[in-house]
């Protein structure tokens, strides 16, 4: 792979101006530094989840709360529908690289090609988000839910792994705390996670739009593509902490 | 540059003259057919399986095991193959391991903050725990 710079001036003068001392442009660098300080957003409200967590007695099992697939009703599939968002995510993600791949070679149709399949992509995880969400809403979950302390023990305790002796000694006391900081958690940061994915839409369709006016073409390079390309990748980055944190641990 | 912005000179107020400062990997690539891209290509799908098995396997391990084996044990391994996955979509999707040296070490340094961060908080939590379960006030 070529790594020449335009300029030729020695290592010496690496930081003497007139070039990027990273080989990097303006626009790029920004977008890491973007994405860089929006880690540490995700890293902060997942780690006060882990926090949580190991502060609460019980914690509602994955298993038990994410058990349920569209047109299945009360078929147990625990993780199988967050296992086909995730897919759909991890493939939306190949379809942006390849459509920044088709960019660094300047085949314009080829960028549209793979755009448009990581807009289908974005748009099909977003529709599996509202389902999950519309889903958890109907059994009572949402930001605020379970605060009435008169509520017996069933109306929450299906959400934990409650055949076991010790979770189900603590859920009388701590049950419904626990499953309040869950959904708020849940809904909090899949809902953080569900912004960051609709905003890639909108610039992958604007980019879409660009490419297809031929406004890179014109410009001589389709940097644009690779800038909303990394912002596209680090949502799916996110979402496998995401995946980890609350489907998986 | 002249080759650039010639057509269209508003463009250079958008994007100045930005493209001397491309990555080795932006730069004058032509036949999206030729060996070199199609290595490109190769190495992206080789990726995306990569990313799917470890991702069945996590899944795998969720639905089937994770309350047979010790909770530490289950945690480490799902911990580690999410930092696999994370380094493949950062290394290749996101080309981080295509710039150069100086630029990977600076994305890189900032975040080892969460080796901090993860242990204080994490800890904090547990000795909450700990404060209220043995309280001898109660």
Redesign the interface.
Known sequence: MSQATATTAPETKMWGGGRSPFNVSYGKMMMWFFLLSDSFTFGALLIAYGTTRFFSAVWPDANQVFKSFPFMGEANLPLLFVSLMTFILIMSSVTMVLAVHAGHYGDKQGVIKWMLWTIVGGICFLSCQAWEWTHLHSEGGWWGSFINATDPVSTFQHFFNHHKESVQAALPAHGMQATHDFFNYFFTITGFHGAHVTSGVIFNIVVLINTVNGTYERRGHYEMVEKVGLYWHFVDLVWVFVFTCFYLL | MS???N??EI?HYY??D??????????H????NSP??KK??GR??K??WI??VV??V??V???FF??QMPKAL??FF??AL?IL??GY??A????LG???K??LI??LI??T??IW??IA??A???F??FM??HSPTR
Do not use: C, R
């Open positions: 080759q650039h912005h057509q269209n463009q994007e100045g930005q493209s001397k400062l491309y990555s080795g990997i932006m730069q690539h032509t036949d999206v070199e891209s490109q290509i992206i799908w990726v995306f990313l799917l991702t069945l996590e899944v391990l969720g639905m994770s309350h289950v945690a799902f911990l999410t996955k994370a979509i950062v290749i999707f996101m080309h295509d710039e150069i100086s630029f600076m994305v900032p975040l903050l969460f961060f993860i908080f994490l904090d939590g547990g909450w725990l209220n379960s």
